[in-house]
């Protein structure tokens, strides 16, 4: 069972939806972060949490510590969302040890 | 801005062959790691390093080897490319655990697509 799982692995959404990503781990962490890498490869940092809720935009995200679960929601998607999306977990060690979910490749089709 | 620069953005080479992949970083960064992705798994480590000349295994580490001769520099070699090496490679920097700065575990590099025939 991996540390880090996410659902779905692939969703299609028609533009304007809302938009839901699950992310739930097995493991004590001390920050979640959910990433955003474009076609092309490059990964950026959307949040990085560690309790409660942030929002930034059109983009929510939300952490419950005790059902170890997270959720990054979109509003109003728009084809420019269309990207793999990376729940990743740090974990408290001698270094700054990430563990990375399978990400959720998202389409959103105008 | 923080910079992680791969050498090469694609990358075809042929079974048996020795493969240098490079990566750069411009912001002192103590630590740099080196995973490779793929479909369905997700982003897999398999080196990494926490000063110059230290190296540490991750995840994966069978068939690959790394250099880090300069803070700056860190390197992986495939030493006898296989088939089942045919992957995207991400490098990525960060400072240890305390120090970052930003709310990104660590900096990616634009990877490198690369395909053994």
């Known amino acids: 069972k991996n540390e880090v799982e996410q659902s779905p692995q692939n969703l299609t959404a028609q533009e304007g939806e809302f938009i839901t990503i699950n992310c739930s781990y097995s493991?004590?962490?001390?920050?979640l972060h959910w990433l955003q890498q474009h076609p092309g490869g490059g990964i950026v940092s959307l949040f990085m949490l560690s309790s409660g809720k942030k929002k930034h935009g059109r983009l929510i995200a939300t952490i419950n510590i005790q059902e170890k679960h997270s959720s990054l929601h979109i509003t109003a998607s728009h084809p420019r969302d269309s990207a793999v999306y990376i729940c990743a977990v740090e974990v408290k060690t001698s270094y700054d040890k990430v563990i990375f979910g399978p990400g959720t490749s998202l389409s959103v089709i105008p | 801005d923080v910079k992680v620069t791969q050498s090469s953005r694609y990358l075809v080479k042929r079974t048996g062959e020795k493969v240098f992949l490079e990566c750069v970083q411009d912001?002192?960064?103590?630590?740099m790691f080196w995973y490779r992705q793929d479909p369905g798994l997700g982003l897999r480590l398999i080196y990494f390093s926490y000063d110059v000349k230290m190296k540490e295994k991750g995840d994966i580490p069978e068939g690959y080897s790394v250099s880090r001769e300069k803070k700056e520099r860190f390197s992986l070699i495939l030493e006898s490319a296989s088939t089942n090496q045919t992957s995207m490679y991400l490098c990525?920097?960060?400072?240890?655990?305390?120090?970052?700065?930003?709310?990104?575990?660590?900096?990616f590099g634009d990877g490198t697509r690369l395909s053994i025939l």
């Open positions: 912001m002192d960064h103590e630590n």
């Open positions: 990525a920097s960060s400072f240890p655990p305390g120090r970052s700065v930003s709310n990104q575990p660590q900096h």
């Open positions: 493991v004590g962490i001390s920050a």
